[in-house]
């Protein structure tokens, strides 16, 4: 019901706030459009808030954790004990999300939605991890519902505290073999294709991680038509919370941030539960895995930054903030052509 509801309030951009937006970026005394990316950036927020007036002070990341069955395939370099350890690292501000989050300004929330064992951080636990996806589905389409309508509560709660952007992260050993598994289905293309090492396969364990993805589809079938089916046979409970926060992100008008290549399979997921959640997210940058550009071409977005960044925990995201606060420290700061009795620029065919 939460899943159906939050889907159903989901509206397109507010155009006059958006237009709004453009006319001041246009008044600023600089040439037009040339913050480029940046002023669309903000145009969009204005879109998603229904204002011109944009401002993005208080920031939270959240961070979907939980392990995946299908690490006993040895489709990873490490055990899924990292998960819990790294999990609880966020609490302390010791791992690199936190230290980032420390530096910009954001406040970070992670999240046990699926970890293996039981953890000190807050608990939305669907299942003590996703079954191994080689021998049966990952999860139930119930567990499915329940992990989308786990994150659209966390998001909403953070919502209601009076955050105004979210950026998305995950922390989960094995989760980019459920990802790349959920990308090959959702995009139509071979396992080989979209799957990339992780966080350090050799050549040997890449080909054994396409097989296990390429063998899981074969034997579970599921219909790309249907992202919830996709999801609960090849997917993760990380992918679910986060999928869930962008879309009452969409339901509440407030921008949510793209990671990397895991946070944009959720996006997908998302968007093809709901069209209009797309206006609601914003793209931070390009992720070194395989198929992070076509996921983002797919969902006609463009990353801002090219790092070739592949660390996860939604450290790319939380980057995108201060690029936000300088662009909006022009917008609200800068002084106007007429304030300045300078000759506005005009647009030149």
């Known amino acids: 019901m939460v899943l159906e509801q939050t889907i159903a309030a989901i509206r397109p951009l507010n155009e006059t706030a ?68 790294v999990a609880e690292n966020f609490l302390q501000e010791k791992a690199t999300a936190g230290i980032l989050c420390r530096h910009t300004g954001a406040d970070i929330f992670p999240y046990d939605i699926g970890v293996a064992e039981d953890t000190c951080i807050p608990n939305c636990k669907i299942a003590y991890g996703t079954k191994n996806m080689a021998k049966e589905p990952a999860m139930t389409r119930e567990e499915a519902v329940r992990a989308l309508e786990a994150g659209i509560r966390a998001a909403e709660e953070k919502i209601e505290e009076g955050y105004q952007i979210l950026a998305t992260g995950e922390m989960g050993i094995g989760n980019t073999t459920s990802s790349s598994a959920v990308a090959s289905v959702l995009l139509g293309m071979e396992p080989e294709t979209v799957t990339g090492r992780g966080a350090g396969l050799s050549s040997e364990g890449l080909q054994k991680k396409i097989q296990v993805i390429r063998h899981a589809i074969e034997l579970h079938h599921p219909d790309p038509k249907d992202p919830i089916d996709v999801l609960a ?117």
């Open 18 to 85: 958006m237009e709004g937006a453009r006319q001041h970026w246009d008044s600023i005394a600089k040439p037009l459009h040339s913050l480029g990316r940046l002023e669309d950036m903000i145009v969009q927020i204005a879109g998603m808030t229904g204002s011109p007036n944009v401002h993005l002070d208080r920031k939270a990341l959240m961070i979907f954790c939980a392990d995946n069955g299908v690490v006993e395939e040895g489709v990873t370099q490490c055990g899924q004990e990292v998960t819990k350890a």
């Open 233 to 349: 046979k090849v997917g993760g409970f990380d992918i679910a919370g986060i999928a869930g926060t962008f879309l009452a992100g969409a339901a509440h008008h407030v921008p949510v941030v793209i990671d990397g290549f895991i946070s944009a399979v959720a996006a997908l997921i998302a968007v093809r539960l709901a069209p209009d959640a797309s206006g609601y997210i914003l793209a931070s940058h390009v992720s070194k895995e395989p198929a992070a550009k076509m996921l983002l071409k797919e969902l006609g977005k463009e990353a801002v930054l090219h790092g070739e960044m592949c660390l996860g925990e939604g450290t790319g995201a939380v980057m995108l903030f201060p690029i936000l606060d300088m662009a909006l420290a022009v917008y609200h700061g800068m002084a106007t052509f007429e304030s300045t009795h300078i000759e506005a620029y005009v647009p030149l065919n």
